[in-house]
């Protein structure tokens, strides 16, 4: 007898509400058009450049055993210049960097403000972290600041949200939130992955564009930058505990060098990159102008993460299919990932799309109508 027989009847429970997510296995098609990916400057269609060919292709082990490389640190000098902190962290992923970050940095006698739409990734490190969560209305700095004023004898405080939340779209107000955290003596936490080479000067992110300085600040590497990996830049104080008591990174084999000198060349291109975030913005407004004019289920977004909404699972993806069969792939979002009855394809826009494909996309969609 199978001890793990529930997982089958689980996986049918999860078919019956059409909730089951299985691997793609119809071939790629060289003429489909990607609407759902994170590549927002089209940086993944590039071959990588690394700035020191002679890096070696692995790290053989964690950083604080043998891994550690000149271009490890070379590359978090730069993030920290680039970002406008006094240091930054290498990790292996988004994901490991805000589970390290918040999980090592707070505890049993401390408290986090997390907002009701905040990753996954933020909701696994409170969890981990012990310490008690409040959970607030998604951007409701009035709640934030309750919160604050209700836990005022906890050993620490601290304000995490997304910069660009990725399901719906739309930015917090990080200047308002900057506020009461500084008046309420908090820490504030941003995870700038998808806003990172969008917005804000020399592609910063939402904090940058709201001339705001968090005190930790997320960043990934696999969406706009187009490659791998994440990093945190703060004070040198809360990277170097973070290299001695992030487990995430403590435990976890180091980036390859050679990957960390191509994000080195890759992120100076991405800062000098106007003309990519120009014409990025030019498609996204003219894209979600037109729908909107149409009668799509689009409002209430801004950048190139544009949700149309759909409430039932499975209609969404079926909305899916039928993109798919007219050559257009955009991916119907389900629970757990958004809420039940919130269903949605989500649509997201690169710089490298033509005028052509753009049309092509908006007649797909208008068909929905």
């Given amino acids: 007898m199978d001890p793990l027989r529930f997982v089958a009847s689980q996986l049918d429970e999860l078919s019956a509400r059409g909730l089951l997510r299985m691997p793609r296995t119809e071939p790629e098609s060289p003429d489909r058009l990607v609407l759902c990916s994170n590549d927002y400057l089209g940086y993944a269609q590039d071959p990588p450049m690394p700035a020191d060919r002679t890096a070696c292709g692995g790290s053989g082990a964690s950083r604080l055993i043998s891994g550690d490389s000149p271009s490890h640190r070379q590359l978090e000098a730069q993030v920290a210049e680039w970002m406008h902190t006094e240091a930054a962290l290498l990790f292996s992923s988004g994901y490991a960097a805000n589970v390290g970050v918040v999980s090592s940095l707070m505890g049993k006698d401390d408290v986090i403000i997390s907002d009701a739409l905040n990753h996954a990734s933020i909701i696994d490190g409170c969890r981990l972290s012990r310490a008690q969560v409040k959970v607030v209305p998604h951007r409701d700095t009035d709640a934030v600041e309750d919160a604050l004023l209700q836990h005022q004898g906890a050993r620490a405080r601290l304000v995490v949200t997304d910069a660009y939340f990725s399901m719906d779209g739309h930015c917090p107000d990080v200047t308002r939130l900057r506020e009461l955290c500084s008046r309420h003596d908090a820490a504030l936490m941003v995870d700038e992955a998808h806003a990172l080479g969008v917005f804000g000067p020399q592609g910063r992110g939402v904090c940058a564009r709201q001339n705001v300085s968090p005190d930790i600040l997320i960043g990934t590497l696999g969406k706009a930058v187009g490659l791998q990996g994440a990093f945190v830049a703060a004070s040198q104080s809360v990277c170097h505990w973070l290299w001695n008591r992030a487990r995430s990174f403590v435990f976890s084999t180091a980036p390859s060098p050679w990957l960390a000198s191509a994000l080195s060349a890759r992120i100076a291109r991405l800062a000098a990159d106007d003309a990519a975030r120009t014409r990025l913005s030019t498609i996204t407004e003219r ?32 909305f899916s299919r039928e993109l798919s069969d007219a050559g257009l792939f955009v991916q119907a979002i389900r629970p757990p990932t958004v809420a039940p009855g919130t269903s949605r394809l989500r649509i997201t826009l690169h710089a490298r799309l033509s005028d052509a494909e753009l049309d092509h996309a908006i007649a797909c969609l208008s068909r929905l109508l």
């Fill in 287 to 318: 894209f979600r102008t037109t729908l909107l004019q149409r009668g799509a289920p689009i409002g209430g977004s801004e950048g190139p993460i544009i949700p149309w909404h759909v409430g039932d699972s499975e209609k969404a993806v079926r």
